[in-house]
């Protein structure tokens, strides 16, 4: 059965950081390419950073550049989000994906819809 499970969520102040996992089974994530989307209350679900597996571009949403970083441990069949320096509007529920037809995520991540795997997400909220 293919799964991605989401982990790592929580409350965080401002300022904070906090590492997503994106854990797969049922497949091997390194023919993957991964992306981490974020839905927040209202608003359209947005891609926050992918990762390919063809060349091992990246790309990162401009809201979250330089703050943010996406990688691969397929030892352990997961992708993680590093997240420092977290803001309030980086408050949302954080999904990962994944789909083996992509082959590159520049100059920027595929549409949602271009997803095959989804997890269930995990809620990220930073306040004070």
């Known amino acids: 059965q293919v799964q991605l499970v989401e982990s790592g969520g929580g409350l965080v102040q401002p300022g904070g950081s906090l590492r997503l996992s994106c854990a797969a089974s049922?497949?091997?994530?390194?023919?993957?390419?991964i992306g981490w989307f974020r839905q927040a209350p209202g608003k359209e679900r947005e891609g926050v950073s992918c990762?390919?597996?063809?060349?091992?571009?990246?790309y990162y949403a401009d809201s979250v550049k330089g703050r943010f970083t996406i990688s691969r441990d397929n030892a352990k069949n997961t992708v993680y989000l590093q997240m420092n320096s977290l803001k309030p509007e980086d408050t949302a529920v954080y999904y990962c994906?994944?789909?083996?037809?992509?082959?590159?995520?520049?100059?920027?991540?595929?549409?949602?819809?271009?997803?095959?795997?989804w997890g269930q997400g995990t809620q990220v909220t930073v306040s004070s």
């Open positions: 990762i390919s597996t063809s060349d091992g571009s990246r």
């Open positions: 049922g497949f091997t994530l390194d023919y993957y390419a």
């Open positions: 994906a994944a789909d083996y037809r992509i082959n590159t995520v520049v100059p920027m991540c595929p549409t949602a819809s271009e997803f095959e795997y």
